[in-house]
């Protein structure tokens, strides 16, 4: 399946039209998000700031609950 075919779906039950999803608003925040990327050597996808700790992958809902308690009582 083709990166785009995959996201079809979502992209219908959220009533995302391609339009919305091109332009120079998602161009100017993909840079941004690049941008930042490079700032803290993230090296690709996903990753997730949690407070002061970076998350590379997909963290387990318990690791989510344990990181977002600990930036919420700093």
Same mark, same amino acid.
């Given at each position: 399946?083709?990166?785009?075919?995959?996201?079809?779906?979502?992209?219908?039950? /959220?009533?995302? =039209? !391609?339009?919305?999803?091109? $332009?120079?608003?998602?161009?100017?925040? /993909?840079?941004?998000?690049?941008? /930042?990327?490079?700032?803290?050597?993230?090296?690709?996808? !996903?990753?997730?700031?949690? $407070?002061?700790?970076?998350?590379?992958?997909?963290?387990?809902?318990?690791?989510?609950?344990?990181? /977002?308690?600990?930036?919420?009582? =700093?």
């Amino acid at each position: 399946m083709q990166p785009l075919a995959a996201v079809a779906p979502v992209r219908k039950r /959220l009533a995302i =039209t !391609p339009a919305a999803a091109e $332009g120079p608003e998602v161009e100017a925040q /993909l840079r941004r998000s690049r941008a /930042l990327a490079h700032v803290f050597a993230i090296p690709g996808t !996903p990753a997730l700031a949690v $407070g002061r700790t970076l998350v590379l992958g997909v963290p387990s809902a318990a690791q989510l609950e344990r990181l /977002l308690a600990r930036a919420a009582a =700093t």
